[in-house]
């Protein structure tokens, strides 16, 4: 059995092991060595499932109270600075610890649809980890053309910073526009009723309805949509101070 994680990390993997199945982690760092390895140390579960790469522990026997103090604190210390790596390892332990970890087997007919259906499966295991980080927003491009709302109050003097209002302003309009005309509608006339509705309400593209998306579980994660806007901002930024760019040339279609 190869014991989990590596290097510092290995050691801590093992502590979680131990507390989840009421054992002990005998190394030199406690003052221990195999030789002073006791029946009362070994820990306990319903099943263990070994393989050649994997082994899976089902029905730990560890007093719940000291799983609940180490989930306790890899909750805490998840809040921490940490890089996205040390805290996506964060969250497996805890997963771990808390019963919450599955594992999804995929099948499909060729490599190219199971690569399709591994990314889409990937795509929403991120998107509910980003929802459950900072809250849901409602889809369809309605919480961004909501937020367009923000920039009615900016007025200037200066054409030119007006006009980058009326940019930003598009901008956020633009996955609305284009959802609208994926589904057969005029992208332009679906924006200006969404604007005419209260605030989350919008276009359902797979019902053609319009309504509450939250209510019709039309949702994006807050985390997803704000980074795509600053992202959007920053390419748009540089494009700006770049003095040229290279583009597709579109062919004539004949």
Known sequence: ??????????????????????????????????????????GRAERVEITKYRTTIIGGKGKQEDIDARCAQLRA???????????????????KL????????????????LNEIRSRIQDAMRATRAA????????GGVALVNAASALDDLHFD?????????????ALEA???????????VGT???????SLPKGHGLNTATGEYGDMIAMSVTDPAKVTATALRSAA???SLILVTNCSVVRKERDKK
């Open 132 to 139: 459950a980080d900072q809250g849901l927003v409602p889809g």
């Open 1 to 42: 059995v190869v014991a989990p994680g590596l290097g510092e990390r290995r050691k801590t993997e093992l502590e979680d092991v131990a507390i989840m199945t009421g054992g002990e982690v005998i190394t030199k760092d406690c003052g221990l060595s195999l030789k002073d390895a006791r029946k009362s140390m070994l």
């Open 98 to 113: 808390s019963g919450g970890i599955a594992i999804m087997k995929v099948g499909a007919a060729t490599e190219v649809e």
């Open 77 to 95: 210390d998840s809040l921490l600075p940490h890089t996205d790596y040390d805290r996506d390892v964060l969250r497996e332990r805890l997963a």
């Open 158 to 170: 200066n054409p030119d910073m007006q006009l980058g209002v009326e940019v930003v302003r598009r």
């Open 175 to 185: 996955p609305m526009r284009c959802l609208a005309e994926n589904v057969g509608e």
């Open 189 to 195: 006339i679906v924006v200006e009723k969404v604007k």
């Open 234 to 236: 920053s390419v748009a």
